[in-house]
Protein backbone atom coordinates (compact mmCIF):
# COMPACT_ATOMS: atom_id res chain seq x y z
CA UNK A 1 0.00 0.00 0.00
CA UNK A 2 1.28 3.50 -0.75
CA UNK A 3 2.17 5.94 1.74
CA UNK A 4 -0.32 8.66 2.24
CA UNK A 5 2.66 11.17 2.14
CA UNK A 6 6.58 11.44 0.87
CA UNK A 7 9.16 13.66 2.21
CA UNK A 8 11.45 14.99 -0.48
CA UNK A 9 15.11 16.70 0.70
CA UNK A 10 17.26 18.77 -1.02
CA UNK A 11 20.06 16.30 -0.83
CA UNK A 12 21.64 13.36 -2.94
CA UNK A 13 19.45 11.04 -2.79
CA UNK A 14 21.12 7.46 -1.88
CA UNK A 15 18.73 5.43 0.02
CA UNK A 16 18.13 2.29 -1.74
CA UNK A 17 14.30 2.61 -1.50
CA UNK A 18 14.85 5.29 -4.26
CA UNK A 19 16.77 3.62 -6.29
CA UNK A 20 15.82 0.97 -9.40
CA UNK A 21 18.05 -1.22 -11.39
CA UNK A 22 16.73 -2.02 -14.85
CA UNK A 23 18.25 -6.03 -16.48
CA UNK A 24 18.07 -7.34 -19.58
CA UNK A 25 18.59 -4.31 -21.92
CA UNK A 26 19.67 -5.77 -26.12
CA UNK A 27 22.65 -4.58 -26.92
CA UNK A 28 21.04 -3.21 -30.02
CA UNK A 29 20.39 -0.24 -28.53
CA UNK A 30 23.10 3.14 -28.06
CA UNK A 31 23.78 4.34 -24.66
CA UNK A 32 22.71 7.61 -25.65
CA UNK A 33 19.64 6.06 -26.74
CA UNK A 34 18.49 3.89 -23.89
CA UNK A 35 19.71 7.10 -21.78
CA UNK A 36 16.84 9.11 -23.45
CA UNK A 37 14.62 6.68 -23.26
CA UNK A 38 14.64 5.87 -19.76
CA UNK A 39 15.14 9.24 -18.41
CA UNK A 40 11.73 10.33 -20.33
CA UNK A 41 9.84 7.03 -19.65
CA UNK A 42 10.41 7.45 -15.89
CA UNK A 43 10.52 10.78 -15.46
CA UNK A 44 6.82 10.99 -15.92
CA UNK A 45 6.82 9.23 -12.50
CA UNK A 46 8.29 11.71 -10.70
CA UNK A 47 11.71 14.08 -10.17
CA UNK A 48 15.15 12.00 -11.23
CA UNK A 49 18.39 12.94 -9.65
CA UNK A 50 19.85 10.30 -11.77
CA UNK A 51 19.92 7.88 -15.10
CA UNK A 52 23.06 5.78 -15.53
CA UNK A 53 23.60 3.35 -18.15
CA UNK A 54 26.40 0.74 -18.43
CA UNK A 55 27.33 -2.27 -19.87
CA UNK A 56 26.93 -6.38 -18.76
CA UNK A 57 30.12 -7.83 -17.55
CA UNK A 58 31.90 -9.88 -19.73
CA UNK A 59 30.86 -12.67 -18.18
CA UNK A 60 27.52 -12.25 -19.12
CA UNK A 61 25.83 -12.06 -22.28
CA UNK A 62 26.17 -8.75 -24.06
CA UNK A 63 23.49 -6.07 -23.40
CA UNK A 64 22.95 -3.07 -20.86
CA UNK A 65 21.51 -2.46 -17.68
CA UNK A 66 20.49 0.48 -16.15
CA UNK A 67 20.30 2.59 -12.44
CA UNK A 68 17.31 5.47 -12.20
CA UNK A 69 17.26 7.50 -9.08
CA UNK A 70 14.59 9.17 -7.82
CA UNK A 71 13.81 11.80 -4.98
CA UNK A 72 10.53 10.11 -3.80
CA UNK A 73 10.96 6.41 -2.46
CA UNK A 74 7.08 6.38 -3.26
CA UNK A 75 7.19 7.75 -6.91
CA UNK A 76 10.24 5.09 -7.13
CA UNK A 77 7.93 1.75 -6.15
CA UNK A 78 5.40 3.03 -8.17
CA UNK A 79 7.63 3.29 -11.04
CA UNK A 80 8.74 -0.01 -10.44
CA UNK A 81 5.24 -1.70 -10.06
CA UNK A 82 4.46 0.35 -13.49
CA UNK A 83 7.43 -1.15 -15.73
CA UNK A 84 8.50 -4.23 -14.44
CA UNK A 85 8.04 -6.74 -16.82
CA UNK A 86 7.49 -4.63 -20.43
CA UNK A 87 9.15 -3.93 -23.00
CA UNK A 88 9.31 0.00 -22.63
CA UNK A 89 11.14 0.63 -25.66
CA UNK A 90 12.54 -2.53 -26.54
CA UNK A 91 10.27 -6.04 -27.65
CA UNK A 92 11.53 -7.96 -25.04
CA UNK A 93 10.78 -7.72 -21.37
CA UNK A 94 12.70 -5.46 -18.84
CA UNK A 95 13.36 -6.34 -15.57
CA UNK A 96 12.86 -3.46 -13.13
CA UNK A 97 13.87 -4.06 -9.19
CA UNK A 98 14.25 -1.66 -6.05
CA UNK A 99 18.08 -1.37 -4.67
CA UNK A 100 18.05 -4.26 -1.97
CA UNK A 101 22.34 -3.80 -1.33
CA UNK A 102 23.72 -1.15 -0.48
CA UNK A 103 27.03 -0.28 0.96
CA UNK A 104 26.26 1.53 4.58
CA UNK A 105 29.31 4.28 4.04
CA UNK A 106 26.67 6.06 1.34
CA UNK A 107 23.64 6.28 3.08
CA UNK A 108 25.90 7.75 6.64
CA UNK A 109 27.29 10.40 3.75
CA UNK A 110 24.53 12.85 3.20
CA UNK A 111 25.47 15.24 0.63
CA UNK A 112 23.84 18.30 -0.27
CA UNK A 113 22.26 19.08 -4.27
CA UNK A 114 24.08 21.43 -6.57
CA UNK A 115 22.64 24.75 -6.88
CA UNK A 116 21.02 24.19 -10.51
CA UNK A 117 19.87 20.70 -9.01
CA UNK A 118 18.07 23.03 -6.21
CA UNK A 119 16.29 25.22 -8.61
CA UNK A 120 15.93 22.25 -11.04
CA UNK A 121 13.79 20.23 -8.27
CA UNK A 122 12.10 23.14 -6.66
CA UNK A 123 10.74 24.44 -10.37
CA UNK A 124 9.46 20.40 -10.76
CA UNK A 125 7.40 20.36 -7.47
CA UNK A 126 6.18 23.95 -6.67
CA UNK A 127 6.72 25.86 -10.08
CA UNK A 128 9.03 28.92 -11.60
CA UNK A 129 6.43 31.17 -9.45
CA UNK A 130 5.84 28.71 -6.53
CA UNK A 131 8.87 30.18 -4.80
CA UNK A 132 11.93 32.69 -5.02
CA UNK A 133 15.46 33.35 -3.48
CA UNK A 134 16.54 37.04 -3.08
CA UNK A 135 20.37 38.31 -1.28
CA UNK A 136 20.25 39.82 1.63
CA UNK A 137 23.44 40.74 2.28
CA UNK A 138 26.74 39.97 0.07
CA UNK A 139 29.98 41.30 1.94
CA UNK A 140 33.82 41.40 0.88
CA UNK A 141 35.26 39.93 3.42
CA UNK A 142 38.97 40.16 2.45
CA UNK A 143 38.86 43.67 3.36
CA UNK A 144 40.73 45.42 6.28
CA UNK A 145 39.52 48.75 8.17
CA UNK A 146 43.27 49.31 8.44
CA UNK A 147 43.61 50.58 4.66
CA UNK A 148 47.62 50.20 5.53
CA UNK A 149 47.15 46.12 6.44
CA UNK A 150 46.11 44.63 3.72
CA UNK A 151 48.40 46.81 1.21
CA UNK A 152 51.43 45.60 3.34
CA UNK A 153 50.52 42.01 3.36
CA UNK A 154 49.44 41.83 -0.45
CA UNK A 155 53.22 42.74 -0.97
CA UNK A 156 54.48 39.93 0.84
CA UNK A 157 52.69 36.93 0.29
CA UNK A 158 49.56 35.56 -1.57
CA UNK A 159 46.45 37.56 -0.56
CA UNK A 160 43.12 35.91 0.61
CA UNK A 161 39.92 36.96 -1.52
CA UNK A 162 36.64 36.04 0.68
CA UNK A 163 33.22 36.61 0.40
CA UNK A 164 30.31 36.14 2.91
CA UNK A 165 26.27 35.79 1.85
CA UNK A 166 23.19 35.51 2.93
CA UNK A 167 20.03 34.30 0.72
CA UNK A 168 16.86 33.96 1.88
CA UNK A 169 14.14 31.61 0.29
CA UNK A 170 10.44 32.32 -0.25
CA UNK A 171 7.56 30.16 -0.69
CA UNK A 172 4.85 32.75 -1.32
CA UNK A 173 1.91 30.00 -1.59
CA UNK A 174 3.19 28.52 1.76
CA UNK A 175 4.12 31.62 4.03
CA UNK A 176 7.04 30.44 4.95
CA UNK A 177 10.82 31.17 4.46
CA UNK A 178 14.47 30.06 5.27
CA UNK A 179 17.96 31.86 4.61
CA UNK A 180 21.34 30.28 3.92
CA UNK A 181 24.40 31.55 4.78
CA UNK A 182 27.81 31.14 2.30
CA UNK A 183 31.40 31.74 2.54
CA UNK A 184 34.33 31.80 -0.87
CA UNK A 185 37.35 32.21 -0.40
CA UNK A 186 40.36 31.73 -2.39
CA UNK A 187 44.48 33.23 -2.60
CA UNK A 188 46.04 35.06 -5.26
CA UNK A 189 49.74 35.77 -5.52
CA UNK A 190 50.56 39.30 -4.33
CA UNK A 191 52.12 39.68 -8.03
CA UNK A 192 48.81 39.24 -9.77
CA UNK A 193 47.42 40.70 -12.55
CA UNK A 194 44.47 43.28 -11.37
CA UNK A 195 42.08 42.46 -13.87
CA UNK A 196 42.14 38.90 -12.86
CA UNK A 197 41.49 39.49 -9.01
CA UNK A 198 38.58 41.49 -10.66
CA UNK A 199 37.36 38.18 -12.28
CA UNK A 200 37.90 35.98 -9.21
CA UNK A 201 36.02 38.20 -7.17
CA UNK A 202 33.40 37.68 -10.09
CA UNK A 203 33.62 33.96 -9.65
CA UNK A 204 33.91 33.82 -5.97
CA UNK A 205 30.45 36.20 -5.46
CA UNK A 206 28.51 33.89 -7.58
CA UNK A 207 30.35 31.13 -5.61
CA UNK A 208 29.44 32.33 -2.11
CA UNK A 209 25.40 33.02 -3.58
CA UNK A 210 25.65 29.67 -4.54
CA UNK A 211 26.93 27.62 -1.54
CA UNK A 212 24.14 30.30 0.48
CA UNK A 213 21.40 29.08 -1.31
CA UNK A 214 22.29 25.59 -1.18
CA UNK A 215 22.88 25.74 2.22
CA UNK A 216 19.06 27.28 2.27
CA UNK A 217 17.52 25.00 0.18
CA UNK A 218 19.10 22.11 3.10
CA UNK A 219 16.34 23.47 5.29
CA UNK A 220 13.34 23.02 3.26
CA UNK A 221 11.67 19.60 2.78
CA UNK A 222 9.13 18.92 0.49
CA UNK A 223 5.98 17.01 1.33
CA UNK A 224 4.20 15.27 -1.51
CA UNK A 225 0.22 14.64 -0.35
CA UNK A 226 -1.63 11.84 -1.98
CA UNK A 227 -4.14 14.28 -3.29
CA UNK A 228 -0.92 15.59 -5.87
CA UNK A 229 -0.75 18.73 -3.31
CA UNK A 230 3.16 19.48 -2.60
CA UNK A 231 3.81 20.93 1.31
CA UNK A 232 6.80 23.01 2.02
CA UNK A 233 8.52 22.66 5.51
CA UNK A 234 11.21 24.82 6.57
CA UNK A 235 13.23 23.53 9.41
CA UNK A 236 14.92 25.86 11.77
CA UNK A 237 18.09 25.88 14.08
CA UNK A 238 17.26 27.03 17.54
CA UNK A 239 20.91 28.00 17.64
CA UNK A 240 21.11 30.15 14.47
CA UNK A 241 19.79 33.40 14.71
CA UNK A 242 19.15 35.61 11.11
CA UNK A 243 17.91 39.19 10.64
CA UNK A 244 14.17 39.20 11.81
CA UNK A 245 11.73 40.75 8.86
CA UNK A 246 10.65 43.38 10.43
CA UNK A 247 14.45 45.22 11.78
CA UNK A 248 14.82 45.09 7.60
CA UNK A 249 15.35 48.40 6.72
CA UNK A 250 17.48 49.64 9.75
CA UNK A 251 20.35 46.92 9.88
CA UNK A 252 22.91 48.59 8.08
CA UNK A 253 25.50 45.59 7.06
CA UNK A 254 28.04 47.92 6.81
CA UNK A 255 27.99 48.77 10.66
CA UNK A 256 29.19 45.26 11.42
CA UNK A 257 33.39 45.30 11.82
CA UNK A 258 33.44 42.67 9.17
CA UNK A 259 37.15 42.47 9.76
CA UNK A 260 37.12 40.05 12.55
CA UNK A 261 35.67 37.57 10.45
CA UNK A 262 39.00 37.18 8.21
CA UNK A 263 39.78 34.10 9.66
CA UNK A 264 36.56 32.54 10.06
CA UNK A 265 34.61 30.11 8.17
CA UNK A 266 31.28 29.86 7.38
CA UNK A 267 29.48 28.88 10.94
CA UNK A 268 31.70 31.69 13.21
CA UNK A 269 30.72 33.62 10.14
CA UNK A 270 26.59 33.68 10.80
CA UNK A 271 27.55 33.36 14.30
CA UNK A 272 29.23 36.46 14.99
CA UNK A 273 27.19 38.54 12.18
CA UNK A 274 23.99 37.38 13.84
CA UNK A 275 25.24 38.47 16.91
CA UNK A 276 25.51 42.01 16.00
CA UNK A 277 22.62 42.39 14.66
CA UNK A 278 20.87 40.78 18.25
CA UNK A 279 22.58 43.82 19.54
CA UNK A 280 20.52 46.12 17.59
CA UNK A 281 17.47 48.56 18.97
Known sequence: MDAEADVIEFKVPNENIKTLF??????????????????SIFSDFGALYLVKVCQNAAVVEPGFYAIVKFFSAAQASKAQKATNGKGLFQASPLKVTLCTRQNPAFTNNVMPLSSPKCQELANQYLGFNGWSSRVVTLQDLSSSDEAGELHTVAKTQALTLKYGCIVELIFPRHSTSCRGVGVAE????????????????????????????????????????????????????????????????????????????????????????????????
Open 186 to 281: ESLPHDSDPSEACIKRGKLQKWAKDKALVDAFRKVVLVLLSNGKVAVECRFDPDEILPDEDREGIIKVNDVSWSQFENMGEDDFLSDLSLNMSRLP
Open 22 to 39: IWDILPAFSEAFIFESLW
